[in-house]
Nanobody, 121 residues
Framework: VRLVESGGGLVQSGGSLTLSCQAS????????MGWYRQAPGKARELVAS??????MYAEFVKGRFAISRDGAKSAVYLQMNSLKPEDTAVYYC?????????????????WGQGTQVTVSS
């Protein structure tokens, strides 16, 4: 699975951006997809995720961000509204693929290269 993000950029506080992530390869194997972010000097953190059954959001983006994906699981989006300077980070697209064999079930993580989001005050 290959993931390519786009849509990052510079925006003023209170503005909006939409991130897109295009998946290719064995997309039929993809389960959940999500967006993570990593600010300088901080650990990578989950922003939002979506599966066939549910969506979830980190507390710090609830009510401001919305995640969606197409039915074919070939793309996932993150609509970001009311952006704050503390949202500044590199945003990464993630997909999970579950591999089942006789011996074990393994969940694999695939990552995009990241897209920079900068919110100015």
């Amino acid at each position: 699975v290959r993931l390519v993000e786009s849509g990052g950029g510079l925006v003023q506080s209170g503005g909006s951006l939409t991130l897109s992530c295009q998946a290719s390869g064995r997309i039929s194997d993809i389960g959940a997809m999500g967006w993570y972010r990593q600010a300088p000097g901080k650990a990578r953190e989950l922003v939002a995720s979506i599966s066939d059954y549910s969506t979830m959001y980190a507390e710090f983006v609830k009510g401001r961000f919305a995640i969606s994906r197409d039915g074919a699981k070939s793309a996932v989006y993150l609509q970001m509204n009311s952006l704050k300077p503390e949202d500044t980070a590199v945003y990464y697209c993630n997909s999970k693929v579950t591999v089942v064999t006789i011996e074990r079930t393994t969940e694999l993580d695939y990552w995009g290269q990241g897209t920079q989001v900068t919110v100015s005050s």
